[in-house]
């Protein structure tokens, strides 16, 4: 099956999507009889999620994920249906949504759990911008809020209308996620934080010949990284940030494998805030690039 940017596991009959690719079973559709107009009840899982319902002036999210980022206002009074890994499956049946949302990266974690607990399911494509975007649209459509999406759209082309650097200027970066139990993946130009350095105008030295896991993600032996000798450094983490930074502050001061990168010598390693640079897109990536652009291109 072809990867589309709104994946449904199952429709019900009131709404209808006009992707292609999406999978319909009349076992698992909430009741038939539900009147033209009414919106569906959505658990979302993700914050990124969240927050995308919320720019789309959506009211009727009746849970959402446990999280140390903070939730639109809007959702103050939704349940919390457990980590964005593992969402409580019990918890989210006793709510009885028309629809809980996840991101796709999770979709073979929690597509065979949903469905086994008569869950209908969404997964929306956040590996990147344009995916998200092309989700926003989607969503739209299918919620009844045309308008508000219409509107992310164009303010997502007027920023980049506006967002320009000197093209011929492409430093070479290296992309690591570092996390807090001592070890790190590369993150290649598939991932999101990936996909953001490429349009801020930076050249992943991994680039998209390696596709990586289903996240972008990839485990690269030291000896290959060495050749691949980077101008910039980037380090994010995906969870335990300080502690999976000070992992990678004294890898880079202890392990002599590191000494042999300029990027290292002449302290360009940068550290990435979790709050802006995570795994997958989210509407803070306009604030993404503003923090790329003075670092990859001081000159403009």
Request: proline share 5%; net charge negative.
């Amino acid at each position: 099956m072809k990867k589309s940017f709104l994946r449904l596991t199952a429709l019900f009959c009131s709404f209808t999507l006009l992707l292609c690719g999406c999978a319909s079973s009349p076992d698992h559709a909430p009741d038939a009889q539900k009147e033209a107009g009414d919106t569906p009840r959505i658990v979302s899982t993700s914050v990124a999620i969240c927050e995308i319902l919320d720019a789309l002036e959506y009211d009727d999210v009746i849970g959402v994920p446990v999280t140390e980022f903070d939730l639109p206002a809007r959702y103050a009074g939704a349940e919390k249906i457990g980590a964005p890994m593992s969402p409580d499956l019990e918890k989210i049946t006793q709510l009885s949504p028309d629809l809980v949302l996840s991101p796709q990266s999770l979709e073979g974690d929690l597509s065979v759990k949903y469905t086994n607990a008569v869950l209908n399911a969404g997964f929306l494509d956040l590996s990147n911008v344009d995916g998200m975007y092309d989700a926003i649209a989607s969503l739209g459509e299918l919620l009844g809020r045309e308008a508000q999406a219409q509107k992310l759209l164009a303010e997502r082309d007027a920023f980049l209308k506006e967002f320009s650097f000197d093209a011929e200027e492409t430093p070479s970066i290296l992309l690591l996620m570092a996390f807090p139990d001592g070890f790190y993946l590369i993150a290649t130009e598939n991932s999101y934080v990936g996909n953001l350095v490429k349009l801020a105008g930076g050249k992943n030295v991994y680039g998209s010949d390696y596709e990586g896991d289903e996240n972008g993600f990839v485990n690269i032996n030291a000896e290959d990284i060495v050749q691949r000798d980077a101008d910039y450094i980037l380090v994010f983490a995906h969870y335990g940030e300080q502690a999976a930074f000070d992992y990678m502050q004294h890898e880079f001061e202890t392990n002599k494998t590191w000494q042999y990168f300029d990027a290292v010598q002449n302290g360009r390693v940068i550290y990435l805030p979790r709050t802006t640079f995570g795994m997958s897109a989210s509407l803070s990536w306009t604030e993404g690039l503003d923090y790329l652009k003075p670092m990859l291109h001081p000159g403009d």
